[in-house]
């Protein structure tokens, strides 16, 4: 769970996509991404039910925050 400084709004992660990110050394990127992009792929994510397509929605974004990329269709403006 993260706190956005502008927003006052707390964000909480998925803590598979957190502990993924920790592990690929990706999380300075995923938390200096603005709240509405992270609140969009946190969405994203867990509009899935099945386990297998959760981890590859979290693998393809742990894969975009190691390249310091957004995924394409969750950019923030």
Request: aromatic share 6%; charged share 30%.
């Amino acid at each position: 769970m993260s706190q956005d400084s502008g927003a006052r709004e707390f964000i909480v992660e998925p803590q598979e996509l957190l502990d993924a990110l920790r592990v690929a050394r990706a999380q300075s990127y995923w938390l200096d991404s603005s709240a509405t992009y992270r609140q969009s792929i946190i969405s994203w994510i867990e509009k899935t039910k099945r386990r297998g397509a959760k981890m590859k929605r979290i693998e393809s974004v742990v894969d975009h925050c190691v390249r310091g990329e957004q995924l394409p269709n969750h950019r923030s403006s």
